[in-house]
C-alpha cells in the first residue's frame, strides 16, 4: 500500500478547498493568512505557500494591496473553464485510450456503479471524489507531462463548482448515462467519438452551472 505524507500546504490546500465546496468560504469571501494559521495550528509559510497554488489553480485571486479573494466567477468564465478542461482531456484520452489495459476498464465501470449508488444517496461528496478518480483514470495513460498539468490545474475549480450544483442539474441516472456514454466510447475504441463526447460532456456541464449563476 503507497503511504502518501502530505506537508502542510497540501493539508492547507485540502482544507480551502473543503471550505469552498462545503460552503464555509463564498465566493467574494476573503482569506485571511493569519486567521487559517490559528484555525489550523500552523505558521503562516506553508499558508502563504498553498495560497500561490490556491491562485495558479483559479480557486483564489489575489488583489494587490488588499489580500486573497474567493473569485466570483462570470457565465463565461465558468463556461470556458469547462470548455478548455473538455478540449484538454478529449485529446489527452483519445491519443492514450489504446493503452488502457483492460482490467482498467473494468475499475472504470466499477467507479460509475458507485458514482450512480452515491448520487442516489445524495452523498455530494463521494459522487464528486469517484468522479474524479474515473477521470484520472481515463487519462493516466497520458504521457503529455504539459497536457496533464494543465488538465489539473483546472480539477480543484470544476470539481467545488460540480459539488456545489450537481444535485440541480443531473439525476443520479443521468450522472450514470453521462459518464457511461464516455466509457462506452473508449470500450469502442472511436477516437473521433471519444474527443466528442469528452468536449459535449464537460461543455454541457459548464453551460448548465452558468445558467444557475
Not at 17 to 41: I, V
Not at 57 to 77: H, M
Amino acid at each position: 500500500m503507497k503511504i502518501i505524507k502530505k506537508t502542510y500546504k497540501d493539508q492547507v490546500v485540502d482544507y480551502v478547498y473543503r471550505l469552498l465546496s462545503e460552503g464555509g468560504l463564498n465566493p467574494g469571501d476573503q482569506l485571511k493568512e493569519t486567521l487559517l494559521a490559528e484555525q489550523m495550528g500552523i505558521s503562516r509559510a506553508p499558508i502563504r505557500e498553498a495560497m500561490k497554488e490556491l491562485i495558479m489553480n483559479g480557486l483564489i485571486e489575489y488583489r494587490p494591496q488588499v489580500g486573497n479573494f474567493v473569485p466570483v466567477l462570470s457565465a463565461k468564465q465558468i463556461i470556458d473553464s469547462y470548455t478548455t478542461r473538455g478540449v484538454l482531456e478529449g485529446y489527452a484520452v483519445m491519443e492514450s485510450c489504446q493503452k488502457i489495459p483492460p482490467q482498467e476498464i473494468d475499475r472504470l465501470d466499477h467507479f460509475l456503479d458507485q458514482m450512480e449508488d452515491y448520487a442516489r444517496q445524495g452523498i455530494h461528496k463521494m459522487v464528486v471524489e469517484t468522479g474524479g478518480e474515473f477521470h484520472d483514470l481515463l487519462m493516466s495513460q497520458c504521457d503529455n507531462v504539459q497536457l496533464v498539468e494543465y488538465t489539473d490545474r483546472l480539477s480543484l475549480k470544476l470539481h467545488v463548482l460540480f459539488y456545489k450544483n450537481w444535485s440541480k442539474l443531473y439525476s443520479p441516472v443521468e450522472i450514470g448515462q453521462r459518464h457511461r456514454k464516455i466509457l462506452n466510447s473508449v470500450k469502442l475504441q472511436d477516437l473521433a467519438l471519444i474527443e466528442t463526447v469528452i468536449r459535449q460532456h464537460y461543455a454541457e456541464t459548464g453551460t448548465k452551472i452558468a445558467a444557475l449563476q
